[in-house]
């Protein structure tokens, strides 16, 4: 498992895989200050989750529409 991932397909493939989930969770900290759920309870906290994937998925779809550049995604496939 070491041989593949310090070969140069499987380090490309490792940092894609970094990158992917943790750019959505950057810019829901980042960019909009979310810091901690205000709500307390699941139901509560699984609704505000759905309003931040929600206003994110807005932000990606009006930059699509404006023809925006968006974040780089990696496009890395074996």
Do not use: I
């Given at each position: 498992?070491?041989?593949?991932?310090?070969?140069?397909?499987?380090?490309?493939?490792?940092?894609?895989?970094m990158t992917?989930?943790?750019?959505?969770?950057?810019?829901?900290?980042?960019d909009?200050g979310?810091?901690?759920?205000?709500?307390?309870?699941?139901s509560?906290?699984?609704?505000?989750?759905?309003?931040?994937?929600?206003?994110?998925?807005l932000?990606?779809?009006?930059?699509?529409?404006?023809?925006?550049?968006?974040?780089?995604?990696?496009?890395?496939?074996?």
């Amino acid at each position: 498992m070491r041989e593949r991932l310090q070969s140069e397909k499987g380090y490309a493939l490792s940092v894609c895989r970094m990158t992917q989930p943790e750019s959505v969770f950057s810019q829901m900290k980042n960019d909009r200050g979310f810091q901690r759920f205000l709500l307390q309870g699941l139901s509560k906290v699984s609704l505000e989750v759905g309003w931040l994937c929600l206003a994110h998925y807005l932000q990606k779809k009006g930059a699509m529409q404006e023809n925006l550049p968006l974040r780089p995604v990696c496009s890395f496939r074996l």
